[in-house]
């Protein structure tokens, strides 16, 4: 019995298309079988177990005592706490840092900012006067590509 044989071929080709039909049938009764809706409909005379709900609504005179749920907190001067570094020393950090970006990009004060968080005045003209040259020197290194000194 050989495969070439035509009529051979003919009982294959039935069989294939049997066992196809059989697996469609079966996956069509699965799919009805186990239906929520189907089990539903036969399961009427089933008891449901009973839930207990509570009775949340108020009486129209009744008041709520006022809650006071706000908590008040001093903000710290910066998102990291208060800059503890020397004034001058910071703003001539921030400005030498600014100034490098701005000399790099070939873009002269795109960031040059001044204003800090120090609450004294001396502190806030210090961080500027620090600043003011840290920025010069930086963007000097910036426009050199020095910056930091590498």
């Not at 196809?20 to 008891?47: C, H, P, Q, W, Y």
């Not at 177990?49 to 910066?78: E, Q, W, Y």
């Not at 400005?95 to 001044?114: F, H």
């Amino acid at each position: 019995m050989t495969s070439s044989n035509p009529q051979n071929k003919g009982h294959y080709f039935i069989w294939l298309i049997l066992i196809a039909v059989l697996a469609v049938g079966i996956v069509f009764l699965k799919k009805t079988g186990g239906d929520d809706r189907n089990l539903r409909r036969e399961k009427k005379s089933v008891d449901t177990a009973s839930v207990a709900r509570p009775d949340t609504t108020l009486d129209s005179g009744v008041v709520l005592p006022p809650m006071n749920d706000t908590v008040m907190s001093p903000l710290p001067d910066t998102l990291l706490g208060r800059d503890r570094r020397n004034p001058y020393e910071a703003g001539y950090e921030d400005g030498y840092a600014a100034g490098c970006d701005d000399g790099a990009n070939d873009t002269p004060r795109a960031t040059y900012d001044e204003t800090n968080n120090f609450v004294g005045r001396k502190e806030r003209q210090d961080y500027v006067r620090g600043y003011r040259e840290g920025y010069a020197v930086g963007l000097e290194d910036g426009v050199s590509k020095q910056q930091f000194g590498i």
